[in-house]
């Protein structure tokens, strides 16, 4: 079955760019209808998508994000990037990279079902 897997720097110190590397296996990221993506839960706080791309390529990001967000893939890896500029401690959280039938939408909450384990990422000021 098609997993997922999180990995990159646990600690980031503010005003940096945080890097995180989603890892696909099971499936291939341009095969089906599927948009891969990236969300985040913040400390005693809900979910919060922060980017995805499509099967064909097609980037979908975060309105509130837009500016400091970009989402990458490499095929050849099966592989989803997320890159955060300017990161500050509110950018801490659990981290996780999911898949989803739907592509995301303005106000409307995205949640992948499908997701890894996520990975814990610390803001040093």
């Known amino acids: 079955q098609v997993q997922l897997r999180e990995s990159g720097p646990g600690l980031v110190k503010a005003s940096q760019t945080l890097s995180l590397t989603c890892t696909v296996s099971g499936g291939s990221i341009t095969t089906g209808v599927y948009y891969w993506g990236w969300i985040r839960q913040p400390p005693g706080k809900g979910f919060q998508w922060l980017g995805a791309i499509s099967y064909s390529g097609r980037t979908f990001l975060r309105q509130s994000f837009e500016s400091r967000t970009s989402i990458s893939r490499d095929t050849s890896k099966n592989q989803i990037t997320l890159q955060l500029s300017s990161v500050t401690p509110e950018d801490a959280g659990v981290y996780y990279c999911?898949?989803?039938?739907?592509?995301?939408?303005?106000?409307?909450?995205?949640?992948?079902?499908?997701r890894g384990k996520g990975t814990l990422v610390t803001v040093s000021s």
């Open positions: 999911g898949r989803h039938p739907s592509a995301p939408r303005y106000g409307v909450t995205w949640l992948p079902l499908l």
